[in-house]
């Protein structure tokens, strides 16, 4: 399929980040997966970054040091889904799909806790509380990174057997 429609449909989802959602419901991991899967290396890495950075200097930069932790987890979902490259099945992209989603609250929650002036104690105990305290935003992180999935593969991966399918040869 073309690299335009895959950039589009990544844009497409970034520009859901702009309209108004519940909290921490939005297409972030979902793209860094799709990117992985369907972009060459090159522009897997790069779109999803740049359509994460574009929309938040549309809705507000949150520090350099938690943004450290955002874009990294992105990064390395990106990386997970270079896994899908020509292998894109449902049950692939169900677990990738949920692994983005862990990995994504893991990442950002430690970084919250780490960061200077957070609320928690740096402690055993503090860090367990900021992951316990996350859990309600991990329910709409997971809930939008398995829909905004289902969307963009399923939409590329339907219009890609459209357009490949065979025509009919007549006698």
């Not at 390395?76 to 490259?85: D, E, H, W």
């Not at 809930?143 to 219009?159: C, D």
Request: charged content about 10%; hydrophobic content about 60%.
């Amino acid at each position: 399929m073309n690299i335009l429609f895959a950039v589009i449909l990544i844009l497409f989802a970034a520009f859901s980040r702009l309209i108004p959602h519940a909290p921490n419901f939005t297409p972030v991991i979902s793209i860094a997966l799709f990117a992985g899967a369907y972009l060459k290396k090159r522009y897997a890495f790069a779109v999803p970054v740049a359509a994460l950075f574009l929309s938040d200097l549309v809705i507000g930069m949150y520090g350099l040091t938690s943004m450290t932790f955002v874009y990294g987890s992105v990064i390395l979902i990106t990386a997970l889904g270079l896994a899908l490259s020509n292998k894109v099945s449902a049950g692939k992209v169900l677990g990738l799909s949920l692994a983005g989603a862990v990995i994504f609250f893991v990442i950002t929650n430690f970084g919250v806790w780490l960061l200077p002036g957070s609320m928690y104690p740096k402690t055993l105990e503090g860090l367990v509380q900021c992951f316990v305290l996350a859990i309600p935003f991990f329910g709409n992180s997971l809930l939008s990174t398995m829909i905004y999935s289902a969307v963009l593969f399923g939409v590329y991966e339907g219009a890609a057997r459209f357009v490949s399918k065979p025509k009919a040869v007549h006698d």
